[in-house]
């Protein structure tokens, strides 16, 4: 048996010794029958079988619940959405993307709700967000972040800090000005992913775990098949695997597996706190194409994550991509010069995982009444929240299709398929390296290299 504690920090800490549940042995007839035991299957299970007690639902996981990046991400509950404000404005028109960050703002609330109702213990702490701008040219995204709010009307969820007011939260070098938002939530994940599937089978839901799905088949009768039996659904079968769905001929091009790669430190002294600041436990970025992500743990460390390693040829998914020795050599030299008083500060885990990347980054929830399918998914890296309004989502269209939440621009949707090899690697492999180039020419105070205005305009989202 795999060692699943080797996985991440936050599976090694989850408190459980993670011995995997029963495997489906043989076909079965439930209701409604789900691939995936992360986030996104499981708050879908929960949702439904809350307002409807007598359904019978069972999860197919090929590893354990949690295995997956509900089992590994940086612990933001944020109320972020993968598609930014102005872009879902264009798309969408301004109520419509009002209401749709409106309703994530909800979703960290909800995430705490049901931790405390359900008693998970999963370090939810509301700290809110802090966008710090780091050099001087990350001040126009800032601006331009608020502004986008601003126009939204949503500005009171957020307060624009000086680089002092910035510096009383957390002492970080080089930082300019800071976007802070009290929309958001820490939490430790594998506790959130472990505990809510203990929840579900309080409740009813079987849970079947080192069960591949091999095929999918949609219909009046749709199905999942594993190697060792179908499980038949008698009103939907409804995809949750996010990244690793890609693995299925099927759902290929649905997605793009991206890897996203996080050191954590040993825990800080309370004198090296002292130094830090920190006290609010905010969830920390800055306005990097490359992406970095902090949190603050509920057992005093620094967990640093960012994008970088490299995207392989045929979308392919594998343990040995978990950690990519350049890209975590990168993020502690980030840790060493965003915190200069931690000199000598040791990283205790490193370890990465797979967020699925739609083509146009956009999640989406659907479910066809006609062919009883179902797909939730697309967060490209921020899915903790969204996930828990995806799973209320696909819970109302199956159930209540004409709810007011089934009318959000994620709804009834779905994404282009991404382009076919090799064209996938050239184009995502430039944008990669672009991303990396022109983050790098910007904190050495040099112009944007030649494409920069393609590569933004491009990555766009
Ligand atoms: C390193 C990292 C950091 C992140 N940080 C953050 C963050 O701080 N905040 C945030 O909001 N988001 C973050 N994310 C993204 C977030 O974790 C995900 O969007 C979210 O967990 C997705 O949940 P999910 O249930 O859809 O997918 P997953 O958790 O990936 O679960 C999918 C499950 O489906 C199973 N599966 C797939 N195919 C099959 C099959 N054929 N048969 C059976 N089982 C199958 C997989 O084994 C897996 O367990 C991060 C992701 C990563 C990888």
Not at 261 to 276: D, F, G, R
Not at 329 to 335: D, E, I, M, Y
Request: proline share 5%.
């Amino acid at each position: 048996m795999k060692d699943y504690a080797r996985y991440s920090f936050w599976l090694e800490t989850a408190g459980e010794n993670l011995t995997p549940r029963a495997s489906l042995t043989r076909s079965e007839e439930v209701d409604i029958a789900i691939l995936g035991g992360g986030y996104s299957g499981l708050w879908t299970a929960y949702y439904l079988q809350r307002a409807n007690p007598g359904l019978r639902i069972a999860v197919v996981e090929k590893e354990i619940v949690g295995f997956g990046a509900s089992g590994r991400n940086g612990g933001w509950c944020s109320s972020r959405f993968p598609v930014t404000p102005t872009v879902l404005r264009e798309r969408f028109g301004a109520e419509a993307a009002r209401n749709l960050l409106q309703v994530m703002f909800d979703a960290v609330d909800e995430v705490g709700r049901v931790c405390s109702q359900e008693e998970i213990a999963a370090d939810y702490r509301k700290g809110g967000i802090l966008t710090l701008a780091r050099g001087t040219h990350q001040e126009s995204s800032l601006r331009a972040s608020y502004e986008a709010y601003r126009r939204l009307g949503l500005e009171s969820h957020f307060q624009l800090l000086n680089a002092e007011q910035s510096r009383e939260r957390v002492n970080i070098t080089n930082v300019h000005g800071g976007l802070y938002t009290p929309e958001g939530a820490s939490i430790h994940p594998a506790k959130l992913v472990r505990g809510l599937a203990r929840t579900l089978e309080k409740l009813g839901v079987v849970i079947y775990e080192q069960t591949e799905v091999i095929d999918v088949l949609p219909g009046q009768a749709p199905r999942l098949v594993t190697g060792s039996g179908e499980l038949r659904a008698r009103q939907g079968v409804l995809l949750a695997g996010e990244a690793y769905l890609t693995r299925l001929r099927k759902f290929h091009r649905a997605l793009l597996p991206m890897y996203s790669l996080i050191s954590i430190t040993e825990p800080l002294t309370p004198s090296q706190w002292a130094a830090v600041g920190w006290q609010n436990y905010e969830s920390l970025a800055s306005y990097r194409l490359t992406v970095d992500y902090l949190t603050r743990t509920a057992d005093g460390r620094i967990l640093f994550g960012s994008r970088g390693a490299p995207y392989r040829f045929g979308s392919l998914i594998s343990d040995d991509q978990d950690r990519h020795a350049l890209t975590h050599s990168r993020v502690h030299a980030l840790v060493a010069e965003w915190f200069p008083m931690l000199k000598g500060v040791q990283f205790s885990h490193n370890w990465g995982g797979p967020v699925g990347v739609p083509r146009d980054w956009m999640p989406s929830v659907r479910f066809d009444p006609a062919t009883r399918l179902g797909f939730i998914g697309g967060y490209t890296g921020q899915g903790v929240a969204t996930s828990n309004l995806a799973g209320r989502l696909m819970a109302a269209l199956i159930t209540h299709p004409s709810s007011p939440i089934a009318q959000l621009p994620l709804a009834h949707r779905s994404s282009p398929n991404w382009e076919i090899e090799p064209l996938r690697w050239l184009v995502v492999t430039y944008m990669q390296k672009a991303f990396q180039r022109i983050d790098e020419a910007q904190e050495a105070g040099k112009p944007k290299p030649w494409d920069a205005g393609i590569v933004e305009s491009l990555g766009r989202h």
